[in-house]
T-cell receptor
Framework: NAGVTQTPKFQVLKTGQSMTLQCAQD?????MYWYRQDPGMGLRLIYY???????DKGEVPNGYNVSRLNKREFSLRLESAAPSQTSVYFC????????????????FGDGTRLSIL | GENVEQHPSTLSVQEGDSAVIKCTYS??????FPWYKQELGKRPQLIIDIRSNVGEKKDQRIAVTLNKTAKHFSLHITETQPEDSAVYFC????????????FGKGTKLSVKP
């Protein structure tokens, strides 16, 4: 039981290059999330997918696109990388709360450390 | 939208002392408040969480308290140990119940031997 798996772990890109970050979970969770983590800024939500077939913007979506490929996989794409997108990217997943019920814990992957020159 | 403020940003204590980290939130519809510990270069890991129908929860040396009226919640670590040194994040569930969390900016805790 691997939990949340992210690939790659490290990547260096040149400005203008494109890249897709992969995320897969084996916990049968409905909801998946992409965050970026910058020093002193905490975790900021880029995009999320509450369930298979749906995606929505989070706090900082500009410059990114996502695809919920199936229930297990949620990818994040940088179409034209910029130095401002240098960050650590975390994928997370959780069960979707039933209507009127409490939220569920989010489980994180190990992160992708992305540098854009 | 929801906003979560976390204080202090850094905290240094002597081994064996207690540490307290405080968070405030803005959305009265928030019903779930987790705390994550992140060691250097590692993933955030859930250490404790509390739901809005209780005021306090304890797990060994860690406890969380919630004051819904004042919209604040706190993490208490007793008998701190060097391995407690890490960055701690609080979070609050966002309105709409889609599972989203809004995170505080983190507290770097250093426990000196």
């Amino acid at each position: 039981n691997a939990g949340v798996t992210q690939t790659p772990k490290f990547q260096v890109l040149k400005t203008g290059q494109s890249m897709t970050l992969q995320c897969a979970q084996d916990m049968n969770h409905n909801s998946m999330y992409w965050y970026r983590q910058d020093p002193g800024m905490g975790l900021r939500l880029i995009y999320y997918s509450a369930s298979e077939g749906t995606t929505d913007k989070g706090e900082v979506p500009n410059g990114y696109n996502v695809s919920r490929l199936n229930k297990r996989e949620f990818s994040l794409r940088l179409e034209s990388a910029a130095p401002s997108q240098t960050s650590v990217y975390f994928c997370a997943s959780s069960s979707l709360p039933a209507r009127g019920r409490f939220n569920q814990p989010q489980h994180f992957g190990d992160g992708t450390r992305l540098s854009i020159l | 939208g929801e906003n979560v403020e976390q204080h202090p940003s850094t905290l240094s204590v002597q081994e064996g002392d207690s540490a307290v980290i405080k968070c405030t939130y803005s959305d009265s519809a928030s019903n779930y408040f987790p705390w994550y510990k992140q060691e250097l270069g590692k993933r955030p890991q859930l250490i404790i969480d509390i739901r809005s129908n209780v005021g306090e929860k304890k797990d060994q040396r860690i406890a969380v308290t919630l004051n819904k009226t004042a919209k604040h919640f706190s993490l208490h670590i007793t008998e701190t140990q060097p391995e407690d040194s890490a960055v701690y994040f609080c979070a609050a569930s966002a309105g709409g119940s889609q599972g989203n969390l809004i995170f505080g900016k983190g507290t770097k805790l250093s426990v000196k031997p």
